[in-house]
């Protein structure tokens, strides 16, 4: 049996308000398919971008108790987040897609999300998220932006402002395609 060191009992807190996070998932009801949707962190750093997802994925799906993550990709690895009063476990596991993130939720709901890295281009990273929200999709996460680099070649730079419009617009996207859910501003919930 391996103890755990001080530093993985360790609880970290976000020194900053959680941020609206780019998260495009799919509408309320829809059947099980292989992704839920998909978000466009804009930092690795998972104690500044995960608080404003989880509580994002708190207002759709219930309260997430663990998040499962690539080893790879992410500035450093806490295994303890504080997050609105509660402790969420984070695990990062080398067999863990670099480009998905999966939730497990208090009530044995699971969200899998497409994770677009945070220099990908704004079309792709937009049309990336429209795939992975939509019901129909049979793409795994890991080969969605290789897909898209295939039939996007080149975004028009009106494309490449797909971040400003998010920034500007609390997420809806100018491009047609299935209606993005915008996540729900970051406030209280009782544990």
Not at 31 to 55: F, I, Q
Not at 68 to 89: C, M, Q, T
Not at 97 to 113: H, K, W
Not at 144 to 168: Q, Y
């Amino acid at each position: 049996m391996k103890l755990a060191t001080a530093a993985e009992r360790m609880t970290t807190i976000s020194l900053t308000p959680p941020s609206t996070p780019r998260l495009r998932t799919q509408s309320a009801g829809a059947r099980r398919t292989l992704l839920d949707g998909g978000w466009w962190p804009r930092t690795t750093d998972p104690v500044a971008e995960l608080p404003g997802l989880v509580l994002a994925i708190d207002g759709i799906h219930g309260p997430v108790t663990e998040l499962i993550l690539s080893a790879e990709g992410w500035d450093n690895h806490p295994r303890r987040l504080g997050i609105n009063g509660r402790v969420l476990r984070m695990g990062y596991f080398g067999s863990q897609p670099r480009s998905l993130l999966t939730a497990l939720c208090a009530n044995g709901e699971r969200v899998d999300l497409l994770i677009v890295a945070p220099n990908t281009a704004g079309g792709t990273a937009d049309a990336a998220m429209v795939l992975a929200a939509t019901s129909a999709n049979l793409v795994h996460a890991q080969h969605i932006i290789p897909a898209l680099s295939t039939t996007i070649p080149n975004p028009s730079p009106a494309v490449n402002d797909a971040e400003h419009v998010w920034d500007t617009e609390g997420g809806r996207s100018p491009h047609p395609g299935p209606h993005p859910t915008t996540a729900p501003a970051p406030t209280p919930a009782s544990c």
